[in-house]
């Protein structure tokens, strides 16, 4: 049995901290200075977090080797399960046409590429984030938003930065119900208080994204769309988060925002249209807006052939909307294009019937990880090897029984399903290799203690903790690519932090999951799902460039907003 230690380095938890932060240093510089390839940047770094774990700490080589091991299958399921089911749905729609008619049904809400990114990449995404999570949302909505015209790195950027605001109540809340978990605080007190923060990106965001499509131009001139999605959507967050329930969270508010957004534009429109010249053609063989050559793809579709009809559905349309602007799609086929949505909130709601939900957890086995016997420097016995095979009642099961359902439905034939399937798989192999090195990554580091020793030197700040407690779930975050395991490697250390300091539990606890979102865009996990997803694979690095300031722009606004609420100034919106 491993027990872990916090300062192996001189006995200083500062040099300690120093050496436990060189896998994390070695990823970004990698992905962000080197622009490596992000699924070889994270073997690299894996096995950095190895070498540290036995020469250091010291763990032993076996059980080092089999907490990577375990990550490595924690990120497969339920994490890749998910998003590979999820792409799997989406690559069917793309297969018979249906995409192209959701595609040109968004776009007859507005031909205003500004407001499509706000309604396809926020609402819409927030709605992908509520049901499944785990980088689905960013996987689909970059691709919907190449089909509507968009270059692929800008579209996968857009993703990247409106996949913030609805994660920590992403999965139907598992980020949050994790955090009441493994702190042992009330889930409504938590539900509120995170209620209480992450609203304020979601004011913001939408601003952000019409920003970064088109610049003060496109702020000056769409904003009271922008306004209004943010305002409607935070507030019911708030509202729902608050007094309703935290699994609805996300669902309401995003339809919220969305149906809002669409009943603003009949009375309002942008002075000026905008649609980002060249479109998607140029942006496979020529330069891009910002002077770079990029992806050769356009939606990373499975079957690029020409437009044909037959019996896996309707003719399919261009990558181009303005070819076929003036198509008039027939209420069912417009129906039958969102029915795999529609299909996914039945499966998941119904999956929350106390009835559904007892059949589908009774198959559920929780066993130790073999071999894996870790405690914690205190002599706690740890919990880490304990891997939780949820393969009924997961999410990713769930898509695959509504991509089941949707078969008939869209009218593809199951041979073709089952090809399109096996296919996703080889579509998303480099995204696949990144994410569970990632996570194997993440488990050496909290396995051997260097997670542990990050958090605990941070913690050693005192009543300023209060600042930098959302860092520590941004870095969590930005490790895992998961707001909820970021909420389980660090939960109980902010508590633990809180109650040294003598600051609230409850608001640290919030922290680390409202400040984890914003580390959701520059893990390496989204950085793979989004670079394939729009045919980028290899260029990640590009990517993290890219969304890093914003990232760390919003992480400063989220770290003054829990500090203040530790103060009197805002400490009323303590629940």
């Not at 080589?61 to 792409?87: K, T």
């Not at 409106?162 to 598992?174: D, K, M, Q, R, W």
């Not at 669902?251 to 905008?274: N, Q």
């Amino acid at each position: 049995m491993y027990q872990q230690i916090l300062d192996p380095v001189a006995g200083s938890l500062a040099w300690s901290s120093l050496v436990a932060a060189v896998p994390l240093i070695v990823l970004f510089v990698l992905l962000g200075i080197l622009r490596m390839t992000a699924w070889l940047a994270a073997l690299i770094s894996l096995a950095v977090a190895l070498a540290v774990a036995i020469f250091v700490y010291p763990m032993p080589a076996g059980p080092a080797f089999l907490a990577a091991a375990e990550g490595a299958a924690f990120g497969f399921f339920p994490i890749l399960w998910i998003v590979i089911n999820a792409i799997w749905i989406y690559n069917m729609t793309v297969q018979t046409g249906h995409f192209d008619v959701l595609r040109r049904s968004f776009a007859r809400v507005s031909d205003d590429q500004r407001i499509q990114g706000v309604i396809v990449a926020f609402s819409f995404g927030a709605l992908l984030e509520a049901l499944a999570g785990f980088g689905t949302p960013v996987a689909i909505t970059s691709v919907m938003l190449i089909a509507l015209g968009f270059r692929p790195l800008k579209a996968a950027i857009v993703a990247l930065v409106a996949n913030t605001a609805p994660v920590a109540f992403g999965a139907l809340a598992v980020p949050i119900t994790t955090l009441a978990t493994v702190t042992g605080l009330p889930l409504h007190d938590l539900s509120a208080m995170v209620g209480r923060q992450t609203p304020l990106l979601g004011f913001v965001v939408p601003l952000a994204l019409v920003f970064i499509i088109d610049g003060t131009r496109g702020v000056r001139q769409t904003w009271p769309a922008a306004l209004v999605c943010g305002v409607v959507f935070a507030v019911a967050q708030f509202a729902i988060s608050n007094y309703v329930s935290a699994p609805l969270t996300d669902i309401v508010a995003s339809l919220l925002s969305a149906g809002a957004v669409v009943l603003f534009l009949r009375v309002w429109r942008p002075v000026e249209g905008f649609t980002e010249t060249g479109g998607p053609e140029v942006a496979r063989t020529g330069a891009g807006a910002d002077g770079r050559a990029e992806a050769a793809t356009s939606t990373a579709t499975i079957d690029r052939q020409a437009p044909r009809a037959g019996r896996d559905g309707p003719p399919r349309g261009g990558g181009d909307g303005d070819t076929e602007a003036g198509r008039r799609d027939s209420g069912a086929e417009v129906f039958r294009a969102y029915s795999p949505y529609l299909i996914i909130i039945v499966v998941f709601g119904l999956a929350q019937i106390p009835a559904i939900q007892h059949a589908l957890t009774s198959v559920t086995r929780t066993f130790a990880w073999p071999g894996l016997h870790i405690t914690s420097a205190s002599g706690k016995v740890s919990t880490l090897p304990m891997f939780k095979f949820d393969w009924l009642a997961a999410a990713g099961t769930l898509l695959i029984i509504a991509g089941l359902l949707t078969i008939p439905v869209i009218r593809i034939r199951p041979a073709t399903a089952l090809h399109t399937y096996f296919a996703t798989y080889r579509q998303l192999a480099p995204a696949i290799v990144t994410v569970m090195a990632v996570l194997a990554l993440a488990y050496v580091m909290n396995a051997s203690g260097q997670t542990t020793t990050l958090g605990t030197w941070m913690a050693g700040a005192g009543g300023i903790f209060a600042l930098i407690s959302p860092i520590l779930g941004w870095l969590g975050v930005a490790v895992t690519g998961s707001d909820t395991s970021s909420n389980s490697l660090f939960g109980a250390l902010q508590v633990v932090a809180a109650q040294k300091a003598e600051l609230s539990a409850t608001l640290l606890a919030a922290a680390n999951s409202s400040g984890g979102v914003l580390g959701k865009m520059i893990s390496p996990q989204n950085l793979a799902i989004a670079a394939a997803a729009v045919g980028m694979s290899g260029r990640e690095g590009d990517l993290f460039r890219r969304v890093f300031l914003w990232s760390v722009l919003f992480l400063a606004v989220m770290c003054v907003l829990v500090y203040l609420q530790s103060t009197p100034v805002l400490s009323w919106m303590v629940p």
